[in-house]
Structures are given as C-alpha cells and as structure tokens.
C-alpha cells in the first residue's frame, strides 16, 4: 500500500470509529430521529472517502500490474473494478 494513502485511510477509519460511536450514543440517548439521520449520512460520505482512497491505491499499485501483465491479468483487473461499481459482467 502506498504510505500516503494508508496513512490517510487510517486516519479516515478513526474519524469513522468516532462517528459510529456518536451514532450509538445518539441512539441510546433517543436523540432526535432527524438528527440521528443527518450523522448517519455523514458515515456513508466518510465510506465514500475511504473507498476513493482504497480505490486510488488499487489503481496505482495491482490495476497498474495487472495492465501491464496483460492477457488474463488484464482481465481479472477489469473485472474486480466492475464488480466494484456493481457493474459485474455476466
């Protein structure tokens, strides 16, 4: 894994811990359904986060490879990345 990006992953997986922890809280102390709501979308935006870097780093590191591998290495690559945007051929 590229440092960078691991040390940028790491640390968006603290704020996430922190935020689900919130989230928990909220819950437990019956906040306010809304509001619970909005934190909760800002989990799925900080998972958006997370995946744009564990996904640059798959571009940069084993799609890279795999490319340059060619034949069923190439194949294999295109086929993890649809699968990832739900795009998974038949």
């Known amino acids: 894994m590229i440092d960078d990006i691991k040390k940028r992953a790491l640390h968006r997986t603290s704020i996430l811990e922190g935020q689900l922890r919130g989230i928990a ?14 934190q ?14 564990l996904l640059e780093n798959h571009l940069r590191t084993h ?4 490319f340059e591998q060619g034949g ?6 295109v086929g993890e990345l649809l699968r990832a945007f739900e795009f ?3």
């Open 40 to 53: 909760s979308r800002a989990v799925q935006r900080s998972l958006e986060s997370l995946n744009r870097l």
């Open 25 to 38: 809280r909220m819950i437990e102390n019956e906040e306010y359904c809304m509001d619970i709501i909005t």
């Open 88 to 90: 998974d051929r038949k």
């Open 72 to 77: 069923d290495e190439r194949e294999t690559a």
């Open 63 to 66: 799609v890279t490879h795999m």
